[in-house]
């Protein structure tokens, strides 16, 4: 119920969807005696949506999710009890329809865990993703990487497990730990987006598990970005969608208890950055 909950009130949050709804409801209160209402209602939209398309909000929102986690190796780290990887990458639907590999925006998290298995040979690969769609849900998003991918990454079969059932990142940490016999001693490294690991990392914790921050798909050059406005509307729509959208899931995940903090934050550990 939850997953489903979150689909429909989050579709109905997204800023560009409250920005549209009013400027909709101005044109509508046009044919009404509410014209002055109509008037604020057409300008605020339609000045919000140009804010959101063209400033730097997209950037700003997102910043502080992306920084929060460096790509370090705690110190004293000899070893780790393998690698997870969330789901989100792939778009498995028209994978199979089409018969090859195709990847989203967020196709990096594969391509990060190709590389912690190259830097950290012969440990467990964990992939964990079912269908976060609606309706249509009988392609995997794992057995499509299985399928298609790791051909391509050339990551052996033999050290992947799948996890097919998991729509969200809250399930992504229950059902891997149906598939982990015995709790382990190395920490785990988690590989998701920079701006989705700050909740992934709170709802993994909350589960009971250690792990290390691997974060790819960075959207952001860094905070010089802050300042940077978009050239083009729609990319300046989706950063703002995207930030906000990840913004009310740590809330609600928060409020639901499904994660460790508001906002998790690093462990305090002394780390090695990465070269």
């Known amino acids: 119920m939850f997953f ?10 997204l800023p560009s969807h409250i920005l549209v709804g009013m400027s909709g409801l101005g044109i509508l209160l046009l044919w009404t005696r509410w014209q002055t209402a109509a008037r604020l209602c ?39 009890a393998g690698i997870i990887v969330l789901g989100g990458g792939t778009s498995s639907n028209l994978s199979f329809h089409r018969q090859q590999a195709l990847t989203n925006e967020a196709g990096e998290r594969i391509l990060g865990a190709a590389e912690l298995v190259r830097r950290f040979p012969n440990i467990p690969v964990i992939y964990s993703g079912g269908s976060n769609a609606l309706w249509d849900e009988k392609n995997s998003e794992a057995r499509m990487v299985e399928e298609f991918i790791l051909p391509v990454v050339k990551i052996d079969p033999n050290i992947v ?52 921050p691997w974060s790819t798909d960075f959207r952001t050059r860094g905070t010089s970005d802050r300042y940077r406005p978009f050239s083009k509307y729609s990319e300046g729509v989706k950063r703002v969608d995207t930030a906000m959208r990840e913004w009310i899931g740590l809330l609600a995940y928060y409020i639901t208890g499904k994660t460790s903090a508001l906002f998790p934050g690093p462990a305090g550990h002394k780390t090695i950055k990465s070269n």
């Open 42 to 80: 057409i300008s605020t939209g339609v000045a919000g949506l140009l804010i959101i398309g063209f400033s730097p909000l997209g950037n700003i929102l997102i910043l502080p999710l992306e920084e929060r986690f460096p790509n370090e190796i705690p110190v004293g780290t000899k070893s780790f």
């Open 161 to 212: 497990r799948f996890e097919i059932r998991a729509k969200n990142t809250y399930e992504n940490a229950i059902e891997v730990k149906k598939m982990i016999q015995e709790p382990a001693s190395d920490p785990w490294l988690l590989v998701t987006s920079a701006y989705h690991m700050p909740r992934s990392v709170g709802v993994f914790r909350k589960a009971g598990y250690n792990v290390v």
């Open 4 to 13: 489903y909950l979150s689909k429909i009130i989050g579709f109905f949050l």
